[in-house]
């Protein structure tokens, strides 16, 4: 998106950033304290414990006494030992792991399994693509089809030395991870930090429009828009608000158009609330099965809920599908749960963190 801004500050031993548009957060990324022991993100070893035939399924026995759950996978066997990755925050206790292993990076994934070249549909241009795939051959693990490599979109209008660079730095990562011999549950590489997370995900890097120093959050009221988040409501400009209020099983979004009851108030009040959910959605990092109960609202309405919806979703990288309505006019999304959702031991970091 244009006219972002890149707050980077200290934050007690790590760091955070914000992404901000009109002085308005758009997304962030901090380093709370007691992240190094997540296993989201992280590359590690881990032990089947049970293996179910049936349902291709299993339990694994991870590092830090955590235990985790494996799908779509034969042939396992109790005391197999496997490289693994976690990408999803789950509600459950046992974390979803996958053999499917991918190095992130800024402009390139690095996948050993999927040994091919691909592009990001963004990239369009033939004479580019082609420009890529000779970049991405003249590595001969690349070349050999060793490992397979994704050209994320922001390739389209990067220097051929940035992509190099990334290229070289991802590839490093994964043959280090691919190479460790499974003996001990280890982990490997540990989970991204805030700000090499912020690099991989948002376009205003490129741009270089970003502040780093001390105390810069405050210029933007970043924190107080982080710490707001504790509450469910969200209050809009035309005096409605929006109640979120996540579950074990889902996340119910409620619109109040406030006052006004009619139908043509309830239609301007439902297309603001809508266009406020994906950043609600990112922001709080809220996903899975998402049913939203939205103010009066005709059905011959209901498509131009969903093209608004549809332009906000453009507007992020996140991954929300459109499930659609049910028979009580409620509508239905569902969003990968690839954020962490804050809880009061986070908020409690923010506040003590202000006061230094």
């Known amino acids: 998106m244009k006219d972002e801004i890149v707050l980077i500050e200290p934050f007690l031993k790590g760091n955070a950033v914000a992404l901000v548009k009109d002085r308005k957060l758009q997304d962030f990324f901090i380093d709370f304290e ?24 299993c339990f694994i026995k991870l590092p830090n006494n955590k235990t985790g759950f494996l799908k ?35 402009y390139v994934v690095i996948t050993p399994k999927k040994r091919w070249v691909a592009f990001s549909r963004n990239i369009v241009d033939k ?5 890529l795939a000779d970049l991405g051959k003249k590595y001969p693990d690349i070349c050999d089809r060793k490992y397979g490599i994704i050209f994320r979109s922001i390739c389209s209008i990067s220097s051929d030395e940035k ?59 970043v924190w107080e828009q982080i710490l707001i988040l504790k509450e469910k409501t969200v209050k809009l400009s035309f005096g409605g608000n929006i109640s979120i209020e996540p579950t074990q099983a889902l996340v119910a979004i409620d619109v109040n158009t ?34 939203i109960e ?36 409620n509508l239905e999304l569902e969003k990968s749960r690839d954020r962490m959702s804050l809880g009061q031991s986070h908020f409690s970091q923010i506040e003590k963190n202000m006061r230094l």
């Open 72 to 106: 779509g996978v034969g042939g396992l066997k109790s005391g197999n030992k496997l490289l693994l990755q976690s990408r999803l925050f789950s509600p459950k206790e046992a974390l979803a792991v996958t053999t499917e292993l991918v190095f992130r990076g800024r």
């Open 163 to 221: 992509i190099r660079e990334d290229i070289e730095k991802q590839l490093k990562r994964c043959r280090r991870v691919t190479s460790t011999k499974l003996k001990d549950l280890i982990v490997i590489e540990e989970t991204t930090k805030a700000l090499e997370r912020a690099k991989q995900e948002w376009f205003a890097f490129e741009n270089q429009k970003v502040i780093n120093e001390p105390r810069c959050f405050d210029n933007f009221s």
């Open 258 to 291: 406030g006052r006004d009851l009619s139908f043509s108030a309830g239609l301007k009040a439902n297309i603001q609330a809508i266009g406020e959910v994906p950043r609600q959605l990112r922001i709080r990092g809220l996903g899975g099965k998402i049913v």
């Open 294 to 329: 939205l103010g009066p609202l005709s059905r011959k309405h209901r498509e131009k809920i969903e093209s608004v919806l549809k332009q906000n979703i453009a507007l992020y990288s996140d991954k929300i599908r459109i499930a659609g309505w049910t028979i009580l006019g």
């Open 34 to 57: 007691g992240s190094n022991s997540s296993l989201i993100g992280a590359s590690f070893v881990g032990e089947v414990q049970q293996f179910f035939k049936n349902s291709r399924s």
């Open 127 to 131: 004479h580019r693509r082609k420009i």
